[in-house]
T-cell receptor, first 114, second 113 residues
Framework: AQSVTQLDSQVPVFEEAPVELRCNYS??????LFWYVQYPNQGLQLLLK??????LVKGINGFEAEFNKSQTSFHLRKPSVHISDTAEYFC????????????FGSGTRLQVQP | NAGVTQTPKFRVLKTGQSMTLLCAQD?????MYWYRQDPGMGLRLIHY???????AKGEVPDGYNVSRLKKQNFLLGLESAAPSQTSVYFC????????????FGQGTRLTVV
């Protein structure tokens, strides 16, 4: 079984400031790691994913994340946020075999202020 | 190419009523999933399917049933709706292969009064 913990339910930040959204996971098997973004009243859109290889993963909209196996973390970062980045962000893991369903964290609401 | 389409988008039910949510995909997804999203809890897996004619329970299956008679459709049924089933429901699909991503529908907002 897997579990995902997003330590911050809300993160307020000023426009053009850097931001880090934290994610830790636990799993007894090898997993893939994902970050999804959800804009108001919309579905989920994939930001980035870690499957294997380089631990620094770059995604869309200037976001990147770093996989740290020893700390079982997959934190999301952006060096300079925009108002349009205001949304809810979900960290998720999926098994590499079997049903390959996503297990989600509880989400972090990023609020970018002018 | 519509992707993953959910119908209806909104629905209000009275306690005890039944309804079916439809998820249709035209992306040749082998795997399909139903999730519910509740505030502060992220998305939780209700049921899933790894192919036409097969379904299985997820983490929160009680009060729901599913069917996948055709590969492109995955139906979620509520036989007797309860207020605890008030939620936003998301369908997702995924192709076979290790490196494929899941694509989500736009969601169905269900209120049970």
């Amino acid at each position: 079984a897997q579990s995902v913990t997003q330590l911050d339910s809300q993160v307020p930040v000023f426009e053009e400031a850097p931001v880090e959204l934290r994610c830790n996971y636990s799993s007894s098997v090898s997993v893939y790691l994902f970050w999804y973004v959800q804009y108001p009243n919309q579905g989920l859109q994939l930001l980035l994913k870690y499957l294997s290889g380089s631990t620094l993963v770059k995604g869309i909209n200037g976001f990147e994340a770093e996989f740290n196996k020893s700390q079982t973390s997959f934190h999301l970062r952006k060096p300079s946020v925009h108002i349009s980045d205001t949304a809810e962000y979900f960290c998720a893991v999926s098994e590499r075999r079997g049903r390959r369903a996503l297990t989600f964290g509880s989400g972090t609401r990023l609020q970018v202020q002018p | 190419n519509a992707g993953v389409t959910q119908t209806p988008k909104f629905r209000v039910l009275k306690t005890g009523q039944s309804m079916t949510l439809l998820c249709a995909q035209d992306m040749n997804h082998e795997y399909m999933y139903w999730y519910r999203q509740d505030p502060g809890m992220g998305l939780r897996l209700i049921h899933y399917s790894v192919g036409e004619g097969t379904t299985a329970k997820g983490e929160v299956p009680d009060g729901y049933n599913v069917s996948r008679l055709k590969k492109q459709n995955f139906l979620l049924g509520l036989e007797s709706a309860a207020p605890s089933q008030t939620s936003v429901y998301f369908c997702a699909g995924k192709q076979q292969g290790l490196n494929t991503e899941a694509f989500f529908g736009q969601g169905t907002r269900l209120t049970v009064v």
